[in-house]
């Protein structure tokens, strides 16, 4: 039995049935691993025949390549939209931060294979999703670069910090539970003012 489908849980995915066996494929995946997980376990956690998978996923590779795509993708989006939609370096740092953590907490279960399954990929696939990787790294480094010269910042080795920042934000999906005492924006906001303490921002607080 699979936990309900949530409405914005890859909403772009068709037909209502592809969507089913990637919310099966994250639970199994999460609860057994990649490698222990069989395409039967996932297919009888969608309530489905076994054959039913192969007719939207050719493998199970193919289907936590499209897992982990989709959910790179939103955090690339999350990541752009914060970027733009401040002009202040400080400002957008923090919404970045903010935004990227409260996703790891709210979809912890769905991070945790998108995060730390990366190794089972097929080397093809595995190159789609580390390019992915790396636009959401350049984003915050490039960010990091901006608030140097700026001197909202003071760090000295911008890839180093905005490795870090993101590192912060993806071990989230590793410990959070329903049960942790912070909603997933409390612990965003939480971990938007510490990221910039890292930075050493001159100027931070609300």
């Known amino acids: 039995m699979t936990m309900s489908l949530p409405a914005d849980l890859w909403p772009d995915v068709q037909p209502e049935t592809a969507r089913r066996l990637m919310l099966a494929g994250v639970e199994s ?37 499209a897992i982990s795509r989709s959910g790179h993708e939103q955090a690339l989006g999350l990541v752009e939209s914060a970027a733009e939609e401040n002009d202040s370096p400080v400002e957008a740092m923090r919404e970045i931060v903010e935004r990227f953590v409260a996703w790891h907490a709210r979809r912890h279960t769905v991070a945790r294979v998108v995060q730390y399954e990366l190794g089972a990929l097929p080397e093809t696939e595995y190159e789609v999703v580390a390019g992915l990787r790396r636009r959401i790294e350049r984003i915050v480094r490039d960010l990091v670069v901006t608030g140097v010269e700026s001197g909202d910042f003071t760090v000295t080795d911008p890839g180093t910090a905005a490795r870090a920042i993101l590192s912060l934000g993806i071990d989230v999906a590793r410990w959070y539970t329903e049960r942790a005492r912070k909603s997933p924006e409390a612990l965003g906001k939480e971990y938007g003012e510490l990221a910039l303490r890292m930075l050493g921002a001159t100027s931070h607080r609300r």
């Open 29 to 65: 995946f999460a609860r057994r691993g990649y490698h222990a997980t069989t395409t039967r376990d996932i297919a009888t956690n969608a309530g489905m025949s076994p054959a039913a998978l192969y007719v939207h996923f050719p493998s199970k590779a193919a289907l936590l390549f």
